[in-house]
């Protein structure tokens, strides 16, 4: 328990420090304007709740799949696609950048 407690913590310094870094930023920004487009679009496409569109938004980003929730309409399955595409990529500079400034914590 300790381990978990110490690794989110160093989690947590990182994304700090990480604010403080331009690029980071920018990630940041772009992935919040990625789950913003995507829960605009399924709450208008498919009729969802605003917290179902944001956590499907967010589920298509990080690769994790929900088989409870997903798109009926051919044109979301489309925008689907071609969101998690361009998003997945955002989410591994992401994770990538946050590594790193990890890293720089030791």
Not at 93 to 104: C, T, V
Request: glycine share 12%.
């Amino acid at each position: 328990m300790r381990s978990l407690v110490l690794g989110l913590r160093r989690l947590c310094l990182a994304f700090w420090h990480g604010l403080h870094d331009p690029e980071f930023q920018a990630i940041v920004f772009l992935l919040g304007v990625a789950v913003l487009i995507g829960s605009v679009f399924y709450h208008l496409v498919e009729g969802w709740s605003w917290l179902d569109s944001a956590y499907f938004s967010v589920v298509a980003l990080t690769t994790v799949g929900d088989a409870n929730l997903s798109p009926g309409a051919g044109v979301s399955k489309i925008f689907t696609m071609g969101f998690s595409l361009a998003g997945i990529g955002l989410m591994l500079a992401f994770l990538s950048r946050l590594g790193a400034h990890r890293d720089r914590q030791d």
